[in-house]
């Protein structure tokens, strides 16, 4: 896979389509979520190119949940700098092409080559529009090495910066008030908001030892076990594992899979499989069987807001 200066090799054969659902059905999984290419974020991109290749990468979700209802619902992408652009493909995607889940980018670059968290008043419209849809909405960090001037070695990028995007995003998520303001969104964290978890103390020692720099932000204590707010389990160790359930509630977490990359749950690492942070969990006692069949199934339904199993015709 290349990209002008990006490339990422092809680690498994479920990276093609009859492949991955020959992976599933070893898997024993039903039905997968699928979001959008991080690498099609279109952050710095200019206007034209970002509506061809947002309206192709949402055509093709569009044509893979079309042709396969039974095994995936899958995620639209709109680039918020084109705010217009983006209040109009939202309505397309989901009026005409049937697509629920918006995947979003943790942060988004304007035309003054800055970059801001989707976490952003500037965007209400926006948030507005998906609260007026009901859509189940997907925070994703990347573009990292645009944002932090550092070397990109050791995938640094990818194991550090993607989870300090996604704290920071929550940080401000909760800080603004969206998930209140916001009711019909229900919106998921990817791999766990791992260092959001482990800086809510941080964030009120901040917020109670300077209140002069939170005018009209909220108490970190209030975003704490919403509905409408929830966290994947890929976080690849047990006792994040644990603290994410005593932070947020085992109600509040959804099976992660990130497959078919490296850093998912993929047999590509010895000892690796879907669903393997879950089941360590529940082995050491952290979680019961039936909680993990909640993370598995009760919970995803209730982030999408519908039964995808129940809308295969």
């Excluded at 089941?279 to 019961?288: F, N, Q």
Aim: glycine share 6%; net charge negative.
């Amino acid at each position: 896979m290349h990209q002008k200066g990006w490339k990422r090799p092809v680690t498994h054969p479920s990276f093609f389509l009859e492949e991955k659902l020959e992976w599933m059905d070893e898997n024993c999984i039903d039905h997968e979520v699928i979001l959008t290419l991080s690498q099609l974020y279109c952050n710095g991109w200019s206007q034209e190119d970002t509506r061809e290749v947002i309206k192709f990468q949402n055509d093709y979700h569009a044509r893979v949940q079309s042709s396969y209802k039974d095994k995936f619902t899958c995620g639209f992408v709109v680039q918020p700098l084109y705010l217009d652009d983006a209040i109009k493909e939202i309505e397309r995607c989901v009026d005409d092409l049937d697509l629920k889940m918006l995947c979003l980018p943790t942060h988004y670059l304007d035309d003054n080559n800055q970059w801001h968290s989707t976490a952003d008043l500037r965007l209400d419209p926006l948030y507005e529009l998906a609260n007026e849809k009901e859509l189940a909405i997907e925070i994703h960090p990347y573009d990292g090495p645009k944002m932090i001037a550092l070397q990109d070695v050791f995938w640094r990028f990818h194991l550090v910066w993607m989870c300090a995007q996604t704290a920071d995003h929550y940080h401000l998520f909760s800080t603004l008030n969206f998930a209140k303001r916001y009711p019909k969104i229900r919106t998921c964290y990817a791999h766990g908001n791992q260092y959001g978890q482990v800086n809510i103390g941080r964030r009120k020692q901040g917020y109670e030892g300077r209140p002069d720099l939170f005018e009209n932000g909220s108490h970190p204590n209030d975003s704490h076990q919403v509905d409408n707010v929830f966290f994947d389990t890929l976080v690849h160790d047990v006792l994040s594992f644990e603290l994410m359930v005593k932070r947020q509630g085992v109600g509040r977490i959804v099976a992660g899979l990130d497959d078919p990359y490296p850093l998912g749950e993929m047999d590509t690492v010895a000892g690796c499989y879907p669903g393997k942070v879950i089941k360590e969990a529940v082995d050491l006692g952290i979680i019961s069987e039936a909680e993990s069949n909640q993370i598995w199934y009760d919970n995803v339904i209730q982030w999408l807001g519908f039964n995808p199993l129940e809308n295969k015709s």
